[in-house]
């Protein structure tokens, strides 16, 4: 079996023209975690999967861009498919963010915290604490034999190199460019591809892009401190690793 990546969205911050937020399904073939649920996701979601084909939920965070499509997964699990239990992991707090507060039966919240180690099936969560300004969760996933590292938001205080060695793809935000560095608590291209560098990781693919951001320039400025060339994610894209 194998690890794939499905981006559901990948705009930083607001979703883009037509687009959506930060998603992505990560699925090694018999088990499928919603990493993060930012607005429009759960529509693409839907493009790949079932309503019920998800056994987790995990969130980085509780920046609204990095969630709020949880709460019409809620109405899907209440009065669509009945699901019931799905575990939603996240740092402690963020569910009191929600509409519903608890949403039991339907979510079966789990709080994690920098050095959390959990298993959705065969995959294994490992988390890692950003620089970022509410606690905000990194993940390396491990399954299949293979490993991918996503960055959640962060910004140069924290390194992929955090996620360990031996990372075979990295999801890593680059919400500005060079000239941008600094702004706030995030990543220009050029840091996310001196992180990768850093890090020894095999394969960079860029996400929470701003969408009035020169996406190649970005990309340029990522390759350049990486090395080697630096891939964009794209929305409804599936990315074997
Ligand atoms: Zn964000
Ligand atoms: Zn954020």
């Known amino acids: 079996m194998e690890l794939t990546l499905t981006v559901l969205g990948c705009s930083g911050t607001y979703a883009a023209p037509g687009g959506a937020c930060s998603g992505y399904l990560v699925s090694d073939g018999s088990t499928t975690v919603w990493l993060d649920a930012g607005p429009v996701t759960l529509a693409n979601l839907q493009r790949h999967v079932p309503l019920d084909g998800v056994?987790?939920?995990?969130?980085s965070h509780e920046h609204p861009d990095h969630w709020t499509d949880l709460e019409g997964f809620f109405n899907v699990c209440r009065f669509v498919t009945g699901r019931q239990g799905l575990p939603v992991y996240a740092p402690a707090g963020l569910k009191e963010r929600t509409y519903n507060d608890n949403e039991a039966p339907y979510f079966e919240w789990r709080d994690v915290k920098d050095g959390s180690r959990t298993e959705v099936g065969d995959l294994?969560?490992?988390f890692s604490r950003t620089d970022h300004g509410p606690e905000?969760?990194?993940?390396r996933i491990d399954g299949g034999g293979r490993?991918?590292?996503?960055?959640?938001d962060t910004g140069p205080k924290w390194s992929l190199a955090e996620l360990g060695a031996g990372l075979d793809l990295a999801l890593c935000e680059a919400t500005f460019l060079g000239e941008q560095e600094g702004e706030a608590q995030h990543l220009s291209g050029r840091q996310a591809g001196l992180s990768a560098k850093e890090a020894g990781v095999k394969r960079l693919l860029l996400t929470h892009i701003w969408p009035t951001t020169d996406k190649e320039r970005s990309r340029a400025e990522a390759a350049d401190a990486y090395g080697d060339p630096v891939e964009l994610a794209v929305t409804n894209e599936r990315y074997e690793i």
Not at 55 to 59: H, M, N, S
Not at 136 to 139: E, G, P, S, V
Not at 147 to 152: D, E, H, K, L, P
């Open 55 to 59: 056994d987790a939920v995990v969130l």
């Open 124 to 126: 294994i969560f490992t």
């Open 136 to 139: 905000t969760l990194a993940m």
């Open 147 to 152: 490993s991918m590292g996503y960055s959640a």
